[in-house]
């Protein structure tokens, strides 16, 4: 029994980690419930590795935030950033019909 014991610390170990994350993504979401945040601030108060794991979740929370922040301003030139996808590839937007292909 002393073999299983180990294993089950661990499964309960990342159940944990896994419970506390999920509770850390709703808090930064702003979904979380009273009752979920208290469980939380519970869980970061007991365990060193809900701790580590929160900064983890935040920080990555803050750099996919940084990049995906859009400057919505114009350019130099007067033009808005623009989504690369093929039609802005050419300056002027569209290339124009495409070729038919040959039978």
């Known amino acids: 029994m002393s073999e299983k014991q180990p294993?089950?610390?661990?499964?309960?170990?990342?159940?944990l980690l896994e419970t506390a994350e999920?509770?850390?993504?709703?808090?930064?979401?702003?979904?979380?419930t009273d009752a979920q945040l208290a469980e939380l601030e519970q869980m970061l108060?007991?365990?060193?590795?809900?701790r580590e794991r929160y900064v983890d979740c935040?920080?990555?929370?803050v750099e996919l935030q940084d990049y995906h922040a859009v400057d919505h301003k114009a350019d130099e030139?007067?033009?808005k950033p623009r989504i690369p996808v093929l039609g802005n590839l050419?300056?002027?937007g569209s290339p124009g019909a495409f070729p038919t292909p040959r039978p």
Not at 22 to 32: A, K, N, P, T
């Open 22 to 32: 999920m509770l850390v993504w709703s808090l930064l979401d702003e979904q979380i």
């Open 45 to 50: 108060a007991e365990s060193e590795a809900v």
């Open 90 to 92: 050419f300056p002027e």
């Open 7 to 15: 294993q089950d610390d661990g499964a309960r170990h990342e159940d």
């Open 58 to 61: 935040v920080q990555l929370h």
């Open 77 to 79: 030139s007067g033009e």
